[in-house]
């Protein structure tokens, strides 16, 4: 079955940078969507940025742009997401997804939670001021 293994979360100071993976196993093919997202207590989860292992633009949301970068090493499975000038208001738990359908060259993910259909634990990330 699929499973997704997070891990690099923690505390830091605002201004500091993290760097989040995520491994994926038992997926039945190596084209398709991963994305990051976070959900904050109280707020709904929320779309980060997102990748095509089948190769394209990435895509983040305006909040991160910029600051994040979405990147994935297909040969080990494993998605990563480096998160430079953290801001307080980037506190959440993350979580890693993966999508279950077949994408091509060029096509660009969304970062609609229904969109994906398997999830990691999360990871939390606590930015203080």
């Known amino acids: 079955q699929v499973q997704l293994v997070e891990s690099g979360g923690g505390s830091v100071q605002a201004g500091g940078s993290l760097r989040l993976s995520c491994v994926v196993s038992g997926h039945t093919y190596n084209n398709y969507c991963m994305g990051w997202f976070r959900q904050a207590p109280g707020k709904e989860r929320e779309g980060v940025a997102s990748?095509?292992?089948?190769?394209?633009?990435?895509y983040y949301a305006g909040s991160v742009k910029g600051r994040f970068t979405i990147s994935q090493d297909n040969a080990k499975n494993t998605l990563s997401l480096q998160m430079n000038s953290l801001k307080p208001e980037d506190t959440a738990m993350y979580f890693c997804?993966?999508?279950?359908?077949?994408?091509?060259?060029?096509?660009?993910?969304?970062?609609?939670?229904?969109?994906?259909?398997?999830w990691g634990q999360g990871t939390q990330v606590t930015v203080s001021s």
């Open positions: 997804a993966a999508g279950d359908f077949a994408t091509w060259y060029g096509y660009t993910c969304q970062i609609y939670p229904p969109q994906y259909n398997y």
């Open positions: 990748t095509n292992t089948a190769g394209g633009s990435p």
